[in-house]
């Protein structure tokens, strides 16, 4: 079983990372880390300030956010670096490929990348991986807005790593990459909303049964064998994945409720036995 990292500053000589890639990424990880205070505190501060306190669970998912912050931050510099060489295809003149291929390309790239986190999440949750990439995110069985952004250190590499081969290999306008990570960043906040925090059916509605959102994702943080993906269903459908009993629940409004012990709290799970997904493989 792996660890989490709880100091990235001891780990910089040891991962060879130059100070100048630090010094440069230093503005991206305040602006990193200020987007996700406000996106997640803001949720937070309406949904959940009210009825609980800030809990052992919420205070652990903030500590890895600012590591993910701070590996996602070194990515950006590094992708500057590299359109420095002239070694991304990031381009500023919509006209360069037609307005049109705007929209296209900004539907490819989620699509790649709903399929890339299928992909890493599901391998992720294997026992030999778990511990090293994604124990940590699973610490709080009810997960919040502040859960959304906390990724073990190793996955935020994985994850940050994609995103720098996107704009080395795909043709992309600043204004799409910026929309990407825009969509990335409210989306992983409202699907770790919690669902007794919101109206039974928001927001799954027809669209529950194409987009993922909060009942969807919650699923996954009590059964982890189930539920990988990010933006779209088609991949648990696809790959068998999915809840079986998702749909019909979601037509009868009876979708499972919180578990009251880590309501608004967010207390952190001590339950070692919990299946990481890979026990019946």
């Given at each position: 079983?792996?660890?989490?990292?709880?100091?990235p500053l001891?780990?910089?000589?040891?991962?060879?990372i130059?100070?100048?890639?630090?010094?440069?990424g230093?503005?991206f990880?305040v602006?990193?880390?200020?987007r996700?205070?406000?996106?997640?505190?803001?949720?937070?501060?309406?949904?959940?300030?009210r009825?609980g306190?800030?809990?052992?669970?919420?205070r652990y998912?903030i500590?890895?956010?600012?590591l993910?912050a701070?590996?996602?931050?070194?990515?950006?510099?590094g992708g500057?670096t590299?359109?420095?060489?002239g070694?991304?295809?990031?381009y500023s003149?919509?006209?360069q490929?037609?307005?049109?291929?705007?929209a296209?390309?900004?539907?490819a790239v989620?699509?790649?990348q709903?399929?890339?986190?299928?992909?890493t999440?599901?391998?992720?949750h294997h026992?030999?991986?778990?511990?090293?990439?994604?124990q940590?995110?699973?610490?709080?069985?009810?997960p919040?807005?502040?859960?959304?952004f906390?990724?073990?250190?190793?996955?935020a590499v994985?994850?940050?790593?994609?995103l720098?081969?996107?704009v080395?290999?795909?043709?992309?306008h600043?204004g799409?990459l910026?929309?990407v990570?825009?969509?990335?960043?409210v989306?992983?906040?409202?699907?770790?909303l919690g669902?007794d925090?919101?109206?039974l059916r928001?927001p799954?509605?027809?669209?529950?049964h194409?987009?993922?959102?909060?009942?969807h994702h919650s699923v996954?943080h009590?059964?982890h064998?189930?539920?990988?993906?990010?933006?779209?269903t088609?991949?648990?459908?696809?790959f068998?994945?999915?809840?079986?009993?998702?749909?019909?629940?979601?037509h009868?409004?009876?979708l499972p409720?919180?578990?009251p012990?880590?309501?608004?709290v967010?207390?952190?799970?001590?339950?070692r036995?919990v299946q990481?997904g890979?026990?019946?493989?």
């Amino acid at each position: 079983m792996g660890q989490v990292w709880t100091n990235p500053l001891a780990a910089l000589p040891w991962l060879g990372i130059p100070s100048s890639l630090v010094v440069s990424g230093l503005p991206f990880f305040v602006i990193i880390l200020a987007r996700y205070f406000l996106v997640a505190g803001g949720s937070w501060w309406l949904l959940y300030a009210r009825s609980g306190r800030l809990g052992e669970g919420i205070r652990y998912d903030i500590r890895l956010s600012v590591l993910s912050a701070g590996v996602f931050a070194l990515a950006t510099a590094g992708g500057l670096t590299l359109e420095g060489f002239g070694l991304t295809r990031l381009y500023s003149q919509p006209q360069q490929y037609g307005w049109w291929y705007l929209a296209f390309s900004y539907l490819a790239v989620l699509l790649l990348q709903d399929g890339f986190f299928y992909a890493t999440h599901r391998l992720f949750h294997h026992r030999a991986l778990y511990g090293w990439f994604h124990q940590g995110h699973h610490r709080s069985r009810q997960p919040t807005p502040w859960t959304s952004f906390a990724f073990d250190p190793l996955e935020a590499v994985v994850q940050a790593v994609f995103l720098v081969a996107v704009v080395v290999l795909l043709p992309l306008h600043r204004g799409t990459l910026l929309a990407v990570l825009s969509t990335m960043t409210v989306w992983a906040m409202v699907n770790h909303l919690g669902l007794d925090h919101l109206p039974l059916r928001f927001p799954h509605h027809w669209l529950g049964h194409w987009v993922i959102g909060p009942a969807h994702h919650s699923v996954h943080h009590r059964r982890h064998q189930m539920h990988y993906g990010l933006y779209f269903t088609f991949w648990d459908r696809l790959f068998g994945t999915e809840d079986p009993a998702y749909t019909e629940r979601l037509h009868q409004g009876a979708l499972p409720p919180s578990p009251p012990s880590d309501r608004a709290v967010g207390k952190p799970r001590r339950d070692r036995n919990v299946q990481t997904g890979s026990d019946r493989e």
